[in-house]
């Protein structure tokens, strides 16, 4: 462990680099905690031994470490009160009733990003773990339905299509063809099924089968394209650690693969969790920050993502306050 002064010197250093992206110098060190400058320089060298700091080369002043910036979290940092403002913005968007609890997420999730100026993702159960168990379809117009899809989980998915002369005959004949067809079958599974099971067999029953097939097929598309949300990826750019243009795309094909993106939802229960650098899967000099909140039956994953030299503190504050209006909005 760490004497108190060392904490000290420590946790000024993290939170001036991730202030100002430079080194903090031992003279600066001296007039906030009134010490001579040879005992800085020994506690930094203390501290540099210890693995908690680095140098960026030979003539640079010290910068947290990984491990660094792990002991600040573990041990030193404070969650900061949020601003009124910030929290208002919040709040305005959930406490607006016209918008379902999907929608209050997604723009909140852009809202933190201007926030913070970093990545912001939520994380849907996946497809495969939802099983179709039925869809319905709610006429509104003479040419106009609304298809719900219905999962296992509780979860329900709509869309609006526009269909030209189609008899409601020939509708809920695709309606009991899909069901009878494709029910239980994992909803990132459903596509395939329409395009093998469905497809060669809807025109022997019904007379408009095209449009109606094609109007199903979007449907499920887009539901399952629905299980990641990412928010201001490009405030990477904004950020001196990713100047790099091989870096940058390398970050960016990261956050387009599912797969990756699904093992910040692993080992989690239920707390906030802050994976710094090579404890995350996306990037050494990337911290991940998530929280899981529940949506009927299924677990979302809340994340946010920037880099190392994050504002820890303030994401805190920012996933906690969220993760409330959240389960507020669902009571």
Known sequence: MLTSRQEKILKLIVEHYIKLAKPISSKSICKRLKCSSATIRNEMVHLEEAQLLEKTHTSSGRIPSEEGYRYYVDHLMEPKKMSGEDMLKLQIVFHNKQLPLADCINQSLQLISDMTNYATIVLGTSSHDNLLKKIEVVPISDDSIVILIVTNKGHVEHKEIKLEQVS??????TVSLINNLIVGTPIDEVSTKLEYEVKPIIGKYVTQHEQLYNAFYHAFSDFTTKDVNIAGRNKFLEQPEFNNVAKIKDIFEKLDDEKILREIEDDDDG?????????????????????????????????????????????????????????????
């Open 271 to 331: 707390n906030i969790k802050v994976y710094i650098g090579n404890e995350n899967h996306i990037d050494s000099d990337v911290t991940v920050i998530k929280t899981k909140f529940k949506n009927g039956e299924e677990e979302n994953t809340l994340a946010i993502i920037g880099p190392k030299r994050m504002d820890y503190e303030k994401v805190v504050s920012l996933l906690e306050f969220l993760k409330s209006q959240i389960e507020e909005v669902k009571k």
């Open 168 to 173: 409601h005959e020939d509708i809920q004949k």
